[in-house]
C-alpha cells in the first residue's frame, strides 16, 4: 500500500440530481440518530433520484473523535472503499459508549488508549483499516473534510445540506419523510 497512491473512496451513495449532504461526527448520539437513519432515505427516495454525501466533522468535545474520524476515512481507502468505512461508521454507533465519554471528560473510557481504541474499531467493524491509518499523507483527506465544513458555515453534528444550501430546520429527530419531502421539494 505505500507504493501507491492512497485513493479515499468518496463517501457518496446514489447518483440522483438532487443531493442531500450530512455532516457526522462519528460518536455523537444526534449523528447516530441521524445516520441510522440513511439507508431508509436511500430506500425510500431511491439512489437515481437522490444522490446522499456523508462528511465527517470533527469536534473536540468529542475527546476520540479524531482518532475515529481517521480510521473511517482510512478504511475508505481499502478496496472495499466506502462500505468499509460505512461498516466502522455502523459500529461506532452500535457501540457509541465505547468511544466516548461520560459528559465528555469522565467515565469507563479515561484509561483508554488510542491503540486501545483502534483495535475496538476493528474488532466491531470487522474492517483492518491499519495499513492506511499509519499512513501520513491521510491527513489530507482529513483536512478536506475539515475545510469543506468550515467553507460551508458548518460547526457542529449533525448538520444537513440539500443541493449545497445548508438547512438549520432540519435535525436528527425528524422523520425519514420529513427528509425526503424537503429533498424532493
Not at 497512491?5 to 443531493?19: A, E
Not at 465505547?98 to 471528560?105: L, M, N, T
Request: proline letters at 5%.
Amino acid at each position: 500500500m505505500h507504493a501507491e497512491n492512497l485513493r479515499p473512496d468518496p463517501l457518496i451513495w446514489g447518483k440522483g440530481p438532487r443531493v442531500f449532504e450530512i455532516f457526522l461526527e462519528p460518536t455523537c448520539p444526534f449523528s447516530v440518530r441521524a445516520f441510522n437513519k440513511l439507508d431508509a432515505l436511500l430506500d425510500l427516495v431511491g439512489e437515481e433520484a437522490m444522490t446522499l454525501k456523508i462528511r465527517l466533522q470533527s469536534q473536540p468535545w468529542h475527546l476520540y473523535s479524531g482518532v475515529i474520524v481517521r480510521y473511517i476515512l482510512a478504511a475508505s481507502c481499502l478496496p472495499e472503499g466506502k462500505e468499509a468505512a460505512k461498516a466502522v461508521l455502523r459500529a461506532v454507533a452500535d457501540h457509541r459508549e465505547e468511544f466516548e465519554f461520560i459528559d465528555h471528560c469522565r467515565g469507563d473510557n479515561m484509561q483508554t488508549t488510542p491503540a486501545e481504541l483502534l483495535a475496538r474499531l476493528k474488532h466491531y467493524s470487522g474492517v483492518d483499516a491499519d495499513a492506511p491509518f499509519d499512513r501520513a499523507e491521510l491527513q489530507n483527506e482529513i483536512k478536506w473534510h475539515c475545510k469543506y465544513a468550515r467553507q460551508n458555515g458548518i460547526h457542529v453534528s449533525p448538520t444537513f445540506m440539500i443541493n449545497g444550501l445548508m438547512q438549520a430546520d432540519i435535525g436528527s429527530g425528524d422523520e425519514v419523510a420529513s427528509w425526503a419531502k424537503r429533498l424532493l421539494a
